[in-house]
């Protein structure tokens, strides 16, 4: 079992940043492939980012390219997002998720576990 702790979230202006932080449990993190996803009002989930349990594959959403860097740290078993240049579009409650089987996926229902989410607002 492992469990996942979202914090950094806030409010922003447009074209600020703000770094999320995912604080997992358990001493197998550095073996999950780790995700990052959002939900915001009245749209469905989305998928933001991977990275895969070495940092050695990463994959965005074109949506949050070039603006949002994910990493990770296995030592301390966590992992982070970086949102730069963010916009009124990203605002969302983010979570974060890990996947236990070693799969790269963007597919939310792949992921094995998942954080109770943290609140992103960007003010235009």
């Known amino acids: 079992q492992v469990q996942l702790v979202e914090s950094g979230g806030g409010l922003v202006q447009a074209g600020g940043s703000l770094r999320l932080s995912c604080a997992a449990s358990?001493?197998?993190?550095?073996?999950?492939?780790m995700g990052w996803f959002r939900r915001a009002p009245g749209k469905e989930r989305e998928f933001v980012a991977y990275?895969?349990?070495?940092?050695?594959?990463?994959y965005y959403a074109d949506s949050v390219k070039g603006r949002f860097t994910i990493s990770r740290d296995n030592a301390n078993n966590t992992m982070y997002l970086q949102m730069n240049s963010l916009k009124p579009e990203d605002t969302a409650v983010y979570y974060c998720?890990?996947?236990?089987?070693?799969?790269?996926?963007?597919?939310?229902?792949?992921?094995?576990?998942w954080g109770q989410g943290t609140q992103v607002t960007v003010s235009s």
């Open positions: 998720a890990a996947e236990r089987r070693g799969w790269t996926t963007s597919r939310a229902t792949a992921y094995d576990y």
């Open positions: 358990g001493r197998t993190f550095s073996r999950y492939v």
């Open positions: 990275i895969s349990w070495s940092s050695g594959n990463t």
